[in-house]
């Protein structure tokens, strides 16, 4: 079922107002780190943010509300950095080589700061929750954008479809860095997990072979 915000989430918060918001937030984010999503209730997170039920329906409807408020909030941020992160970046000759390990690392950086809410955001997407498969869709559609605009942009000009390119790209991002400590303790080495996602990226966006190759 669809949760349906409080009237008084939609109205504009104070400085008061957004800190107590922010506190709700806050909490979520350390209980997601301890246990799952569907074992969030409004009482336990009252009580962690140091206040009572009430007040947290004073600015979400639902536990599941609050969630997606968090969720959203996480991607309107990290979806535009990676996507600046891929504009600014000179992509030719060597430089595009350092430029790729710097996007490597953006993507693992951030599921290594934001792994449970993410996590939730993959479980409810997996289980067609379109709430959240849109805002899957913010975060990586940011930087598929900023990929397509590379691509476009590629010197040889042989990229067939860059959209296509560009979403193959960003899945294999997120899903490497998802999983990048299940495949460590597969044995895969973090550093060469590290190259071997840099090496995709190079090749896609530059066309050429990666340094060492």
């Known amino acids: 079922m669809t949760a349906q915000p409080s009237s008084d989430a939609d109205r504009q918060l104070g400085r008061r107002g957004e800190a107590t918001r922010q506190r ?38 639902t536990a599941e509300d609050a969630v997606l408020s968090l969720a959203g909030a996480t991607v309107d941020v990290s979806g535009p950095e990676l996507a600046s992160l891929i504009e600014v970046r000179d992509w030719t000759d060597a430089h595009g080589w350092d430029a790729s390990l710097s996007v490597v690392d953006a993507f693992i950086a951030l599921w290594e700061h934001h792994r449970s809410i993410l996590r939730v955001i993959d479980l409810a997407t997996d289980e067609g929750d379109q709430r959240f498969r849109d805002v899957r869709t913010r975060l990586l559609g940011a930087p598929a954008e900023a990929f397509v605009v590379v691509l476009r942009n590629r010197p040889d000009r042989q990229v067939v479809d860059p959209l296509a390119e560009a979403g193959v790209l960003v899945s294999m991002l997120a899903h490497v860095s998802a999983h990048i400590e299940g495949l460590q303790s597969w044995g895969a080495d973090r550093d060469e997990l590290r190259r071997s996602m840099a090496r995709v990226v190079f090749l896609t966006l530059t066309g050429q072979s990666p340094p060492g190759d």
Do not use: H, K
């Open 24 to 61: 709700f937030l806050s909490a979520i984010a350390e209980l997601l780190e301890e246990g799952t999503y569907r074992e969030l209730t409004v009482a336990d997170v009252a009580r962690r943010a140091g206040t009572s039920p009430a007040t947290f329906y004073q600015y979400f409807a």
